[in-house]
């Protein structure tokens, strides 16, 4: 088995930085140009990469420092995608986000992507594993449906996935080419379908709730497929997060079973902050040779968690799934969109070095 995920690990997304908040108003308002705005992000990345380092994290991200979004600065930037001005944005628990969604108006396609220098910056800053994160390739049907895909280009849905599940490979290969060895595929659509409304949206809508987690499972499978014996290859599963709010509800047996049988990554960062995720019990299908990552420690308030409860959850955990699959982790970014969570810089680090201390207490090393 791999050592990735860590035993100690992180979601990927940090609280945007002051200096930074400030380039990006200057960059929109005109004040700032596109060097001098990277300028900043670099210096601000520079800065995130060792605070990570002195807790003592071994995979280290750029906090998406360089994103708006978890998933649309990636998914706007494929070949064929067009991010167009919507009605209104995702609904959230008393909030929604901004009126921006991707819509496909081209053939799907990976080339020229800027993220992927966005990798080789943070591989070239730290003297620990890089850790990419990119949004899973569901991400580009779940919220919007048919209706965000160009009839003229797609008619058949069908011809659809198995582009982008082409796109998504040649993503793969380019971050690999890269150096990439630890990759992410952040994927709301496996939790989403454990809440009774979110598959009667679906269904409204036209979609077949039963079969889409196939669909979505055969996409990622095409995606990761021939990528290098080394290069480890985690999901994100979590239920929403955008100012502390969530979208869905619900415990992950509805699609436990193919979520760590039938889908060829190598492990699972999965929410337990909340009882919004039910038990443990789904760790049950937990095949050998993958590891599972505990989202106990929540980054949506800045209230620090007691230790003995973390403690107490993973030896709950552990009934479960063997403790030796296991590691610790937020149960989410601190920011999946550039306006963060509702919690402060330094309560954000103190959590993650909780997650540190408790994970050499628990595992060693």
């Known amino acids: ?29 005109g004040r700032l140009d596109d060097a001098g705005l990277k300028a900043v992000e670099d210096a601000e990345i520079i800065k995130l990469i060792k605070h990570q380092e002195e807790i003592g994290l071994q995979g280290i991200t750029d906090g998406e420092f360089r994103r708006a979004w978890w998933h649309f600065d990636f998914i706007g930037a494929l070949e064929g995608v067009t991010m167009v001005q ?33 990798f080789k910056f943070l591989k070239a800053h730290t003297t620990r594993t890089p850790k990419m ?15 965000m895909i160009n009839m003229g280009v797609y008619g058949d849905m069908a011809e659809f996935y198995a582009d982008l599940g082409k796109a998504y490979h040649g993503a793969v290969t380019a971050f690999a080419d890269a ?9 709301v659509s496996f939790a989403y379908l454990c809440d009774p409304e979110q598959r009667k949206m679906l269904k409204e809508r036209g979609d077949d709730s039963a079969r889409q987690p196939q669909i979505y499972a055969d996409m990622i499978n095409a995606a990761v497929a021939g990528r290098p014996r080394d290069m480890v290859i985690t999901m994100h599963l979590c239920r929403g997060n955008f100012r502390s709010t969530f979208v869905a509800s619900g415990g992950y047996e509805p699609v436990a079973e193919l979520l760590f049988n039938g ?37 949506k308030t800045g209230t620090l968690e007691k230790r003995d409860d973390i403690m107490r959850r993973i030896e709950e955990a552990a009934k479960c799934a063997p403790i030796d699959q296991l590691c610790l982790s937020p149960q989410c970014g601190f920011a999946s969109t550039e306006e963060g969570n509702t919690l402060d810089y330094d309560q954000q680090w103190a959590k993650l070095a909780m997650i540190v201390d408790i994970a050499r207490e628990v595992w060693g090393g």
């Not at 990735?4 to 200057?26: C, E, H, M, T, Y």
């Not at 909030?95 to 800027?114: I, M, N, Q, S």
């Not at 990119?134 to 449906?145: A, D, F, K, N, Q």
């Not at 929410?271 to 050998?288: H, I, Q, S, V």
Request: proline share 7%; with cysteine.
């Open 133 to 147: 994160t990119i949004p899973s390739p569901s991400m580009l049907h779940y919220r919007g449906g048919r209706k």
């Open 179 to 187: 150096g990439c060895r630890y990759l992410q595929l952040d994927d």
């Open 86 to 118: 919507v009605d209104h944005g995702i609904q959230f628990a008393g909030v929604a986000t901004k009126a921006e969604a991707p819509r496909v108006t081209g053939k799907l396609g990976f080339k020229d992507h800027p993220m992927v220098e966005h």
């Open 1 to 29: 088995m791999h050592n990735i995920p860590f035993r100690a690990d992180q979601v990927g997304s940090l609280l945007r930085s002051n200096p930074l908040k400030a380039a990006r108003l200057g960059h929109e308002a």
């Open 263 to 299: 889908i060829n990554v190598d492990g699972y960062f999965m929410e337990w902050d909340t009882e919004r995720a039910g038990g443990f019990e789904p760790l049950r299908f937990l095949p050998k040779g993958k590891r599972v990552v505990l989202g106990l420690v929540t980054s």
